[in-house]
């Protein structure tokens, strides 16, 4: 009887895995369809574009990437290369001030006692699990009455919230850190300051890293925050956006539309490939100990 059970078990084992090597192999196909379908019909000419756009290319037009840093690709009078400019300093000062503001703020809830500390943890919590309707046009307004809008000067501080996915992860991360590290560094004459930037802080450097480059990744592809708040500093996605509408009405620019998005997706990609398991096993871990 148990080598029947055993020959059932291992047969529905069997099955189940193939059952799921088929469904994976279909999500990856999937996925990757509209990269290929993409970097196709970059090498198009407009007219084989127009013809049928899933047959693959005869004739590869290379010269549709070179069009691109030509300047027939552009927003708002800025170029490709000005554009990469744009959303390289926009990834960086925004990534720096969120994570920085988050762990700050992970750190002073996870490792202090204070009135409301259980109240602003559930706020984060309410925070990034409910949406609150209706809080951008305030927020708009509350950003135009400070001078903040388009101006790369000051909008950094409204980056600066600290209240995101970031928070949760590293007060899991917080949590999970010994308190004797703070009590040794405290017993030689440390400061809270120093402790938590010399003792604490490079114990979660791998969660800083993974948590810097999700974040990376979303800000390098968001152009709703530049197209309300910056459009006078278009970055790569608000010119994709634009340049996507502008191809309707403009003949031959819709394959340099497309080279543009395979050479802006291309950074975004490698960036991914590299560190995925770094990404994969530091929030995994940070969510476990929260």
Known sequence: MKNIASKHSSL???????????????IAILSVYPLFWAINNSLKSFH???DNSFMITKEWKFVNY????????????V????????????????VLVNVASSAMLAYA?????????EFLYVVVIFVNTIPVIGSGPVAFKLLHKLGMINNPLTIWISWASGFDFAFIVLYGYFKGVSPAYSEAAYIDGA??????????????????????????????????????????TPNL????FMFDKASTYKKDSLPIYFAAAVISAVPVIMLYTCTQNLILTNMTAGGLKG
């Open 109 to 117: 809830i996870a490792r202090f006692r204070f009135p409301g500390k």
């Open 79 to 94: 170029a490709y290369i000005g554009l990469t400019i744009n959303s390289l300093w926009i990834v960086v000062v925004k």
């Open 48 to 50: 084989s574009f127009m």
């Open 191 to 232: 400061s809270e300051l120093r402790t938590f930037f010399t003792i604490i802080l490079p114990q979660v450097v791998p969660c800083l890293a993974a948590i810097m480059i999700t974040q990376a990744i979303g800000v390098w592809n968001d152009y709703g925050t530049v197209m309300i708040y910056l459009r006078e």
């Open 237 to 240: 996605a608000y010119g994709l």
């Open 12 to 26: 529905s084992e069997r099955i189940t895995a193939i059952v799921f090597f088929v469904l994976f192999i279909c």
């Open 66 to 77: 070179v069009r691109v840093f030509s300047g027939e690709f552009n927003c708002e009078g």
